[in-house]
Structure formats: C-alpha cells, structure tokens
C-alpha cells in the first residue's frame, strides 16, 4: 500500500465537500489500494465530474429539496464569476487592439457590446439581491465560521470599488488614449496593485462564497427565491458568451496567434460556464414547490 500521489489529492480534492465527507476516507484508502497508476487517477477525475454533474443527495424529501437548490445557487455564482472574468477581460483585449476591418465601437457590434453590459449589468444587480437574501440572515444568524468566510473577500471587493475612485478622478482631467501623455507613477503601480487586489478577491470570492453556503445551511425556503432569480441570471450570461463565440468566428486568427487563443480560451470558458449554469436552474425546477408535509397521525 502506497500513498496517494500529490495528483491524486488534488483530485480528491476536487470533490465535492458533502461528497468528500461522506465518502472521502474510502476514496483514500482505495488510492492507497491501487497505487500511483495513471489509469487510477483518470478514474478519479471522471469520478469528479460525473459527481459534480449527478450529485447524490439524502433520501428524505426536504433536505434532498434543499440541497438540490443549494446545488444550483453555489454553481449558478461560480458560473456568473467565470463569465464575468472571462467577458471583462476578452472584451478588453477586443477593444484594444482591433485587427484591420474590425471596428467593436461601431454598428451592429457596437449594439452587441451594449447588451452584453447591459446584460452583465442586470446580472449583477440580480446576484446582489439574491446573495443578500440569503446571506444577511447567514451572517446575522448563522455560525461563526460563515462570518470568518466571506468577510475577507466581501472587504477586499468593497476595496476595489473605492480603488477605483482615485484612478478615475484622475483619467477624467486627462487625456490618456494619446500616446504623448504619460501617466504618473503612482497611477502606474497603484493600477498593477489593484489589477491584483481583483485578482485575489475574484478567485477568493468564488471560492468563499459556496463553502459559506454550505456552512450556513439555509432552508429550502430561504433558498427558492434566490434560485428564482437565479434564472434570469442564467439567462443573461448567454448574451455575453453569444458576443464572444460572433466575435471570435468573425475575426478569426487576425489578431495574432497568442491573442486568439488566450480569446478562444476565454470564450469557451465563458460560454460552457453559461451552459451549467442553465442546465443547474433546468435541474432545480421541479424542487421549487414546496414538500407537502406528511401527517404525523
């Protein structure tokens, strides 16, 4: 019997919490079992995905409900964040450097781009709502352990929107699109420290935020609404993924090799992103009715 290798913690790693809880110490014992075989390891890791795709859940009726909607409200934010990412950052790279003949600020793509903000926009205000309904009691009312969860990524986001204002007083009295006009040093470090503020609270909040869920334990009640709004939002991250996968077929290799892939990466991230998370919502619709209570008599 041997250890399990660094790749195949990894793995395990990668199952879910309820899942490794239950079944973790015989996962470990079974990599013990088999050794460092690479055929073990790919076993794993498809028992990862099918896990997360089929998760298996309690018998009873109303704890099954709940963590079937919990389900689809930790995964419907993990999405929203990857296709909030992953549309910020291509459309940046997009509006930059245009290749020849390929103008984002003008006719129908300039149309296009403004329903995919308008469309993040929405989004966010939905998940605002939905994380607070089920948040606020969590905090209030719940363990401890979920305030010591989400306060840190909750404080560096409060962070970077304060980061901003500073940066965007100063962009407003000067012209900065002309290449003669050099930015002051502080605006050059303080841009590159926010740049990784963002970073860290991106990659913090996505993973905080469904372990604080789990933590809190909320009711199926207290969770419906959310996976109600949960919905639309869904909904909204096809516009932007659709943005994405036009822009890239339309433009193709001209913006460089290095560019094109980092682009087509991104947008496949984005746009299978966008199809878990409705395939979530679709999964939790017939757990949205409440279960009838049965009689004690």
């Known amino acids: 019997m041997t250890a ?39 076993d794993l890791a498809l028992g990862v995905l099918r896990t997360w795709l089929s998760p298996v859940y309690p018998a009873d009726p109303a704890e099954r409900r709940r963590r079937r909607l919990a389900s689809t409200a930790a995964t419907v934010w993990v999405c929203w964040c990857a296709v909030f990412v992953g549309t910020g950052a291509t459309m940046r790279m997009q509006v930059d450097g245009p290749p020849p003949g390929f103008d984002p600020q003008q006719g129908g793509w300039l149309v296009a ?18 994380g607070a309904w089920i948040g606020i009691p969590a905090l209030r009312h719940g363990p401890r352990e979920v305030r010591r969860v989400v306060l ?24 900065l699109s002309a290449g003669n006009v050099m930015p002051p040093l502080w605006f050059a470090l303080g841009g590159l420290a926010w740049l990784l503020l963002a970073m860290v609270t991106c990659v913090w909040g996505t993973l905080a935020m469904p372990k604080a869920l789990r933590l809190a334990e909320p009711t199926g009640e207290r969770l419906r609404p959310s996976v109600l709004l949960a919905a ?13 996968l036009a822009v890239g077929v339309r433009v193709g290799l001209a913006w460089g090799p ?40």
């Open 113 to 130: 781009s403004d329903a995919a903000t308008v469309a993040v926009a929405i989004g966010w205000v939905l998940v605002v709502i939905a």
């Open 152 to 175: 840190g990524p909750i404080c560096c986001a409060v962070l970077c929107v304060l980061g901003i204002v500073p940066f965007a007083w100063y962009a407003s009295g000067h012209d």
């Open 258 to 297: 290095v560019v094109f892939v980092v682009t087509s990466v991104a947008t496949v991230v984005v746009a299978a992103a966008a199809v878990v998370a409705v395939t979530s919502v679709l999964r939790s619709v017939p757990s949205l009715p409440a279960v009838p209570q049965t009689s004690t008599r």
């Open 232 to 244: 639309p939002v869904s909904v909204a991250m096809l516009v932007p993924a659709a943005l994405l």
């Open 4 to 42: 399990p290798t660094r790749v195949q913690r990894l793995v395990l790693a990668a199952y879910p919490p309820s899942f490794r809880e239950r079944y973790g110490d015989e996962l470990a014992a079974l990599c013990e079992d088999v050794g460092p075989s690479p055929r073990a390891t790919f």
